[in-house]
C-alpha cells in the first residue's frame, strides 16, 4: 500500500482533501490509477473534485485513455466521475466514448452527461445533440430541469432556437412550460436562480393543495 492509498482510506475526509492536494501539486505517474480508483469509492463531493482537479494535473492523453474505461463500469458514480474529468480536459476526441451516456439510466450520470457533452461535441453534431436533449424537455424535478435547460443554453440560441419551438408547438403543458424555463435562460443566463426558486414556490403550493385534497 502506497502512502497515497493509506491516505485515501482515512475516515477523514480532511486528511483525504490534503492527500489529494499533495498529488495534484506534485504529480506522480504511479498516482494516476489510484486516483482514478479513489473516484468511485469517495463519498465527499468536495474531494471528488479535487480528484478531478488532481487528474487534471497528469498527462491529458494518459488520463483520458485511463478515465474513458471509466465510462462503462457499472457503478454510477464512476461514469459520472470520469464524465466530469473529461469536461475538464476538454479533448474532442472523447466524444465518440461518451455519447453513449447521454442515454445513461442513473439520473446523476445523465446530467453530467448534457454537461460534458455540451463541452465535447464536434461542430456538425451539435443540431443532433439539441434534438438529443430536447427530447427530456418536461421531465423530472427542478434541479432536473434546470440542468437541462443550462445544457441547452450552452450550445447557442442558434443552435436551439428551432428545436425548442418545435417542442413547444408539439409537446405537452409540461414541455412548453419547460421551453418558456429554457428560453427565459437564453435571454438572461442570471434567471437561473430566480427560476429555480420559482419553481420550487410552485411545487410546494401543489404539495400542499394535494395534501388538502387528499
Known amino acids: 500500500m502506497t502512502a497515497l492509498t493509506e491516505a485515501l482510506a482515512d475516515p477523514r475526509s480532511s486528511v483525504r ?89 442513473d439520473e446523476g450520470v445523465l446530467r ?6 455540451v463541452g465535447l461535441v464536434p461542430d456538425d453534431e451539435r443540431d443532433g445533440l439539441a434534438r438529443t436533449l430536447a427530447v427530456q424537455l418536461g421531465v423530472g424535478d427542478r434541479e432536473r430541469r434546470l440542468s437541462l435547460s443550462r445544457a441547452l443554453v450552452a450550445l ?30 437564453l435571454q438572461d443566463p442570471d434567471a437561473a436562480s430566480a427560476l429555480a426558486l420559482e419553481r420550487a414556490r410552485r411545487e410546494v403550493a401543489l404539495g400542499r393543495t394535494r395534501s388538502a385534497k387528499g
Do not use: N
Not at 112 to 117: G, L
Open 112 to 117: 453530467t452527461a448534457w454537461r460534458t457533452a
Open 156 to 185: 447557442g440560441e442558434d443552435t436551439v432556437a428551432s428545436v425548442l419551438a418545435s417542442a413547444a408547438d408539439r409537446g405537452s403543458a409540461a414541455v412548453r412550460e419547460h421551453v418558456a424555463e429554457t428560453e427565459r435562460l
Open 17 to 105: 482533501l490534503q492527500a489529494v492536494m499533495a498529488a495534484g501539486a506534485t504529480p506522480q505517474a504511479e498516482d494516476l490509477d489510484v486516483l482514478v480508483a479513489r473516484c468511485v469509492v469517495e463519498p465527499d463531493l468536495f474531494v471528488r473534485d479535487t480528484l478531478t482537479w488532481a487528474l487534471t494535473r497528469h498527462p491529458a492523453d494518459a488520463v483520458v485513455a485511463r478515465v474513458t474505461r471509466e465510462l462503462t463500469r457499472p457503478e454510477a458514480q464512476a461514469r459520472s466521475q470520469a464524465l466530469h474529468t473529461l469536461s475538464k480536459i476538454r479533448d474532442r476526441s472523447t466524444w465518440p466514448v461518451v455519447r453513449p451516456l447521454l442515454g445513461d439510466p
